[in-house]
T-cell receptor, first 116, second 111 residues
């Protein structure tokens, strides 16, 4: 069983479209994240959710809207896609409880988004 | 100053070599430190956590210097399979929920 799974693995779409990426974890973790890895391979946090509540939004454009229907799921919806949104998006989860000692994060396989 | 800085490399080393990576972090309140490994077109995976006293896992040794705010990773007897990008990871500190990744150091081990 895959611990953190995200779909789709590849996504090619035209500018201006709206798309969603789904993520599910079966590890029983309370905290989930979305990361963006651009062409320079820099992995940058976008959002953190803890118990379905948004904790961190790293100045991500409003076109990006995460949704957490329950602790095991964190989906990412992107409106009006732009060329600069092309990147690999990783979902992750951990048992981070916000006290400062951060446990290991487990990552999904990534979604390679290409906007044309 | 970036929150986490690493030498991007690439490091090109022959099999059997010893190679060391360094990483500096800016937030003195950070409490958790890690090295992750990312293979080409794959997700990052934990290589090892870094403890204050230093820790070793087989050919890999990690060290933390809180006073100077840097972390190191030493790989002994490099194998071809060690070729990957090594990511230095630091947590935000108090308040949690944010782990910051360095840009990664690329390692190529050649036969």
């Amino acid at each position: 069983d895959t611990a953190v799974s995200q779909t789709p693995k590849y996504l090619v779409t035209q500018m201006g479209n709206d798309k969603s990426i789904k993520c599910e974890q079966n590890l029983g973790h309370d905290t989930m994240y979305w990361y963006k890895q651009d062409s320079k391979k820099f992995l940058k946090i976008m959002f953190s959710y803890n118990n379905k509540e948004l904790i961190i939004n790293e100045t991500v454009p409003n076109r990006f809207s995460p949704k957490s229907p329950d602790k095991a799921h964190l989906n990412l919806h992107i409106n009006s896609l732009e060329l600069g949104d092309s990147a690999v998006y990783f979902c992750a989860s951990s048992q981070d409880d916000g006290t400062g000692l951060t446990p290991e994060a487990f990552f999904g396989q990534g979604t390679r988004l290409t906007v044309v | 100053r970036k929150e986490v800085e690493q030498d991007p490399g690439p490091f090109n080393v022959p099999e059997g070599a010893t190679v060391a990576f360094n990483c500096t972090y800016s937030n003195s309140a950070s409490q958790s430190f890690f090295w992750y490994r990312q293979d080409c077109r794959k997700e990052p995976k934990l290589l090892m956590s870094v403890y204050s006293s230093g820790n070793e896992d087989g050919r890999f040794t990690a060290q933390l210097n809180r006073a100077s705010q840097y972390i190191s990773l030493l790989i002994r007897d490099s194998k071809l399979s060690d070729s990957a990008t090594y990511l230095c990871v630091v947590n935000k500190g108090t308040g949690g929920f944010k782990t910051i990744f360095g840009a990664g150091t690329r390692l190529f081990v050649k036969a």
